[in-house]
């Protein structure tokens, strides 16, 4: 597989669907309010922004042994992604973030976009014209530039070969090859990243190769708990959780 490791300074806009708070205050926003820094800055990928009003570290705590919740710590990335799954029951999670899953060969992820929530592709440098596709149920239901354009298709100036929203996911891939050898659209593709994983998608071999995985989720009106599975060579070395009191 041949997954990028250049580096980029991508630190655009990023949605993290927050959990078990029915209004949806933490469902995603799409403005670059409040950074959250929980993830290596060595690697290659845009910074994910979780977005509640106003809120405050009051603790963290970390896990190297034993267990907690459904996670055994030493476990296998499938293994721990099976206990993700066990674990939405419980807190209505859906998706869950992966860190630098990123590919520069749009051909090796035919069967990879599927699995995948948010996918955004842009320069090696990073631009404000990165784009970023939201899937939901199967089709594209949101099409986003980096600086917060919302779009109802990609490229705009195409026609047969833009991706519009409502289209299948399955018709995904063939236009982004088509459009990927297209001159003028070609270096979106330096970077390809598959941002956040449908829980309800069969698992990413793929996904072992990452170093953290996390997400986010309420606990009550004014608390909140960050979750990150930090992986070592595709086990669970250590679990990290960042209580936030949100006012």
């Given at each position: 597989m041949k997954k990028s490791t250049k580096t980029n300074h991508y630190s655009k806009i990023w949605p993290v669907k927050w959990v078990g708070n029915p209004s949806g205050l933490w469902a995603l926003l799409l403005s670059p309010f409040l950074l959250f820094g929980c993830?290596?800055?060595?690697?290659?990928?845009?910074?994910?922004?979780i977005e509640p009003p106003y809120s405050s570290l009051i603790g963290t705590d970390t896990i190297s042994s034993g267990d907690y919740k459904q996670f055994s710590i030493g476990a296998n990335a499938e293994t721990t992604y099976a206990s993700v799954n066990q674990l939405k029951e419980n807190i209505?999670?859906?998706?869950?973030?992966?860190?630098?899953?990123?590919?520069?060969?749009?051909?090796?992820?035919?069967?990879?976009?599927?699995?995948?929530?948010?996918?955004?592709?842009?320069?090696?440098?990073?631009?404000?014209?990165?784009?970023?596709?939201?899937?939901?149920e199967d089709r594209i239901a949101t099409i986003f530039l980096g600086n917060g354009e919302e779009l109802e298709k990609w490229p705009t100036d195409l026609s047969q070969s833009a991706i519009r929203k409502g289209d299948e996911v399955a018709?995904?891939?063939d236009k982004l090859k088509t459009i990927s050898q297209n001159?003028?659209?070609?270096?979106?593709?330096?970077?390809?990243?598959?941002?956040?994983?449908?829980?309800?998608?069969?698992?990413?071999?793929?996904?072992?190769?990452?170093?953290?995985?996390?997400?986010?989720?309420?606990?009550?009106?004014?608390?909140?708990d960050v979750i990150k599975l930090n992986f070592e060579e595709g086990m669970l070395?250590?679990?990290?959780i960042d209580h936030f009191e949100t006012y």
């Open positions: 993830l290596n800055t060595s690697e290659t990928e845009p910074e994910i922004i209505g999670l859906d998706y869950i973030n992966i860190v630098a899953n990123i590919y520069s060969d749009i051909t090796e992820l035919e069967d990879k976009l599927p699995l995948y929530h948010y996918i955004f592709m842009d320069e090696e440098k990073g631009t404000s014209t990165g784009v970023q596709l939201g899937i939901s018709t995904l891939f001159d003028k659209y070609k270096k979106k593709f330096e970077a390809i990243n598959l941002l956040t994983k449908d829980l309800s998608k069969p698992y990413d071999s793929q996904m072992s190769k990452s170093p953290q995985w996390y997400f986010g989720y309420t606990l009550a009106d004014d608390k909140m070395k250590n679990i990290i």
